[in-house]
């Protein structure tokens, strides 16, 4: 890899290989837009084509770091069985259309169109976290101002159709320094 990487998870079927999430844009001097699957071996896994991948770029960056390139931050299995995975990162675009910032993807790179985030967030997921109850809701975090063009300061949770579970509003504040990097569910059941 030519830059920085940011997230790794392994696949569920036991066969060792792993999605590579990055600010790289190339992986054994051939193109990679922040994200890959690699076999056991460390070898790039072709089956999993993203095409044109990730494009635009929002620049900031947990603390006061700040991307050149599109990145991807954040991944996590969608909790349905399906092998499908949530990205999360600076890009506005994928595949050549507009994708602001937070993706679900299919096992061989493709979109899955049935979680629709229309215009999306207005800047940089630093984190996708599923529920664990199988639903496909996410919550996401980061440095964004808005959801769908309402206010969304920081943090939601979304439906696995895209459309809004919670939204906090204004509550974290709209301090430009205020930022959120992790999420956990409790696991007692509250789906809180």
């Known amino acids: 890899f030519d830059k920085a990487i940011w997230s790794i998870l392994p696949l569920q079927d036991g066969s060792g290989s792993l999605y590579v999430g990055g600010e790289f844009t190339q992986f054994c001097y051939q193109t990679a837009t922040g994200l890959i ?11 999993f084509d993203l095409g044109t991948g990730f494009t635009g ?4 960056g947990p603390g006061s770091h700040t991307f050149a390139t599109p990145t991807v931050l954040s991944l996590a299995y969608v909790p349905d069985g399906s092998g499908d995975i949530y990205v999360g990162g600076t890009f506005k675009n994928f ?6 910032t937070v993706v679900r993807l299919k ?18 997921v630093y984190v996708v976290e599923p529920w664990d109850d ?5 919550y996401v975090g980061g440095s964004f101002y808005h959801y769908q063009g309402t206010v969304a300061y920081k943090y939601i949770l979304l439906n ?5 579970s919670y939204n906090p509003g204004s509550y974290l504040g709209s301090s430009s ?3 959120v990097t992790a999420l956990l569910p409790l696991a007692d059941g509250s789906n809180r």
């Not at 770029?57 to 900031?60: F, L």
């Not at 696995?160 to 809004?164: A, I, R």
């Open 134 to 138: 199988g639903s496909g809701k996410v």
């Open 177 to 179: 320094g205020c930022e």
């Open 107 to 124: 096992s061989d790179g493709t979109k899955n169109s049935a979680f629709d985030i229309g215009s999306g967030l207005d800047d940089s």
């Open 95 to 100: 595949r050549g259309s507009a994708q602001k």
């Open 37 to 47: 699957r690699m076999t056991s071996d460390f070898k790039r896994d072709a089956t």
């Open 160 to 164: 696995n159709d895209g459309s809004v």
């Open 57 to 60: 770029n929002y620049t900031s």
